[in-house]
């Protein structure tokens, strides 16, 4: 079973900032698109941000935009998710998939069946921001 593991949650003030990494240690990232997604209590899962395969281009919810960075270090089998201006309503649990289906990203950060298949997952990251 391929599993992803996420990091670099915490507790920051409002403005701070925070990296989340995402590994997998036994699965090829390189290969595929990779997303961000997060869960706040009480909410649906949302998509954050995703990166393609290589360096490939990125993309971003408008909530994040401008604030996020997704950014991945190849030889290290890692992704990146880096966080500034960080506001209260950013705190959730932070998720990483990998797009089984694409090694580009569509678009589209949040999850189309058929168009996506985010297979597998971390276990997630808590971000807690308070004001």
């Known amino acids: 079973q391929v599993q992803l593991v996420e990091s670099g949650g915490g507790l920051v003030q409002s403005g701070g900032s925070l990296r989340l990494s995402c590994v997998a240690p036994?699965?090829?990232?390189?290969?595929?698109?990779i997303g961000w997604f997060r869960q706040a209590p009480g909410k649906e899962r949302e998509g954050v941000s995703c990166?393609?395969?290589?360096?490939?281009?990125?993309y971003y919810a408008d909530s994040v935009k401008g604030r996020f960075t997704a950014s991945r270090d190849n030889a290290k089998n890692t992704v990146y998710l880096q966080m500034n201006s960080l506001k209260p309503e950013d705190t959730a649990v932070y998720y990483c998939?990998?797009?089984?289906?694409?090694?580009?990203?569509?678009?589209?950060?949040?999850?189309?069946?058929?168009?996506?298949?985010?297979?597998?997952w971390g276990q997630g990251t808590q971000v807690t921001v308070s004001s």
């Open positions: 998939a990998a797009d089984i289906q694409n090694s580009r990203c569509t678009g589209d950060v949040s999850i189309r069946p058929g168009l996506h298949e985010y297979r597998y």
């Open positions: 036994d699965f090829t990232l390189d290969y595929y698109a």
């Open positions: 990166i393609s395969y290589g360096q490939g281009s990125t």
